[in-house]
């Protein structure tokens, strides 16, 4: 099992480009979540899915898209980058909804 | 909003040496997790507590969840410089979403 993987490990980007950062998880786990962690935080919730289909905003979803086609997929995407989106990334998944969180390595994203 | 506090924010000790990590909030959790997450990797989740007043060990950590579970503790006993690492807290609200609210960390350096 590879468990939760997420490309890519560094990007950066200018100011308005756009992106998609990749997550997969092999667990077959309904529930997954993108995290922003900015430099000696915490994770802040950016959006979050409870199935295939099915998502929903957390406390910062300003700026970012998601969707959940598959159960395994579940892609960020960031349109007109800018400077307050510099962060590392963490995509997780849990088998149930209050159960273990399983983390990516995080991407990191410099937009300049 | 559900906020976790954790204090201290940064704590630099001596191997050998015992400490305390406190995670607060004015919130109730129905449950809460402790991750620890080393430099350049994900969280990883040291424990689950769920009824109030439930103690749990894990070799060296004692955790704590308040009685009335809106805080929690972590205690370690004779730090190690393989406890190094950014300590966090999160908390499942009780209203029945499924999302996790992170406390805003605890970076530890045992020193040898």
């Known amino acids: 099992n590879a468990g939760v993987t997420q490309t890519p490990k560094f990007r950066i980007l200018k100011i308005g480009q756009s992106m998609t950062l990749q997550c997969t998880q092999d667990m077959n786990h309904n529930y997954m979540y993108w995290y922003r962690q900015d430099p000696g935080m915490g994770l802040k919730l950016i959006y979050y899915s409870v199935g295939a289909g099915i998502t929903d905003k957390g406390e910062v979803p300003n700026g970012y898209n998601v969707s959940r086609s598959t159960t395994e997929d579940f892609p960020l995407r960031l349109e007109l980058a800018a400077p307050s989106q510099t962060s590392v990334y963490f995509c997780?998944?849990?088998?149930?909804?209050?159960?273990?969180?399983?983390f990516g390595p995080g991407t990191r994203l410099t937009v300049l | 909003t559900q906020l976790l506090e954790q204090s201290p924010q940064f704590l630099s000790i001596q191997e050998g040496e015992n400490l305390t990590v406190y995670c607060n909030s004015s919130?109730?959790?129905?449950?809460l997790q402790w991750y620890r997450q080393e430099p350049g990797e994900g969280p990883v989740l040291l424990v689950t507590v769920v009824t109030g007043g439930e103690v749990k060990k894990l070799k060296r950590l004692t955790f704590q969840f308040g009685d009335a579970r809106k805080d929690s503790s972590l205690h370690i006993t004779a730090a190690q410089p393989g406890d190094t690492g950014l300590y966090l807290c999160?908390?499942?609200?009780?209203?029945?979403?499924?999302?996790?609210?992170f406390g805003t960390g605890t970076r530890l350096k045992v020193l040898a």
């Open positions: 999160a908390g499942a609200g009780t209203s029945g979403t499924y999302k996790y609210i």
């Open positions: 997780a998944s849990s088998y149930t909804a209050n159960g273990e969180q399983f």
């Open positions: 919130s109730v959790f129905s449950s």
